[in-house]
């Protein structure tokens, strides 16, 4: 079975600052890893994902995951965050082998600070 | 192309009552999911279809019940409702196995209040 560990459940950081969310997760099969974003009262939307290749993803506003075999990881990162980064972003893992359940991480709530 | 939706956005219950939460999507989707989102929590599966036609058990199961009425459509309902169960109640769709197209598409949520 897969699992998915977001150890940081708040993570506060000011405007144009770094960011980096924390993931990890559990596997022992080949996976599929996603990053979600929910703004406040929405769904959630795919921010970017890993499927195979590359493992430096990115999404079109500017983060982007690095798939770390060796250490199971998934983290997120951007080099400078605005204001309207402020969501939730959650973490998620599904075999690679096109199996119907993804695997949810509780989240991590980025609050950009002016 | 509306993507997914689901209806009614709210929805405050008495304990004891029922009703059921509709869930459609446009995409073509094989797969229909439905999850609930409690703070500190994530989200977690509560049951899913991978088909027209079949419907499995995901993690928390237990006090609800589903139908797929067709492909597009995915329903869950609280035969009694439990205030254990106010949530945030999420339908998704994919189509599993299709490379660089795979992902789950949300709707916008169900805020369901258990008095």
């Known amino acids: 079975a897969q699992s998915v560990t977001q150890l940081d459940s708040q993570v506060p950081v000011f405007e144009e600052a770094p960011v980096e969310l924390r993931c990890n997760y559990s596997?022992?099969?080949?996976?599929?890893l996603f990053w979600y974003v929910q703004y406040p009262n929405q769904g959630l939307q795919l921010l970017l994902k890993y499927l195979s290749g590359s493992t430096l993803v990115e999404s079109i506003n500017g983060f982007e995951a690095e798939f770390n075999k060796s250490q199971t990881s998934f983290h997120l990162r951007k080099p400078s965050v605005h204001i309207s980064d402020t969501a939730e972003y959650f973490c998620?893992?599904?075999?690679?082998?096109?199996?119907?359940?993804?695997?949810f991480g509780t989240g991590t709530r980025l609050k950009v600070l002016a | 192309n509306a993507g997914v939706t689901q209806t009614p956005k709210f929805q405050v219950l008495k304990t004891g009552q029922s009703m059921t939460l509709q869930c459609a999507q446009d995409m073509n989707h094989n797969s229909m999911y439905w999850y609930r989102q409690d703070p500190g929590m994530g989200l977690r599966l509560i049951y899913y279809?991978?088909?027209?036609?079949?419907?499995d058990k995901g993690e928390v199961p237990n006090g609800y019940n589903v139908s797929r009425l067709n492909k597009r459509e995915f329903s869950l309902r609280l035969e009694s409702a439990a205030p254990s169960q106010t949530s945030v109640y999420f339908c998704a769709s994919s189509e599993p196995g299709r490379g660089e197209l795979e992902t789950q598409y949300f709707g916008p949520g169900t805020r369901l209040l258990v008095l």
């Open positions: 596997s022992s099969v080949s996976v599929y």
């Open positions: 279809s991978a088909s027209e036609g079949t419907t």
């Open positions: 998620a893992v599904t075999k690679a082998s096109g199996t119907y359940k993804y695997i």
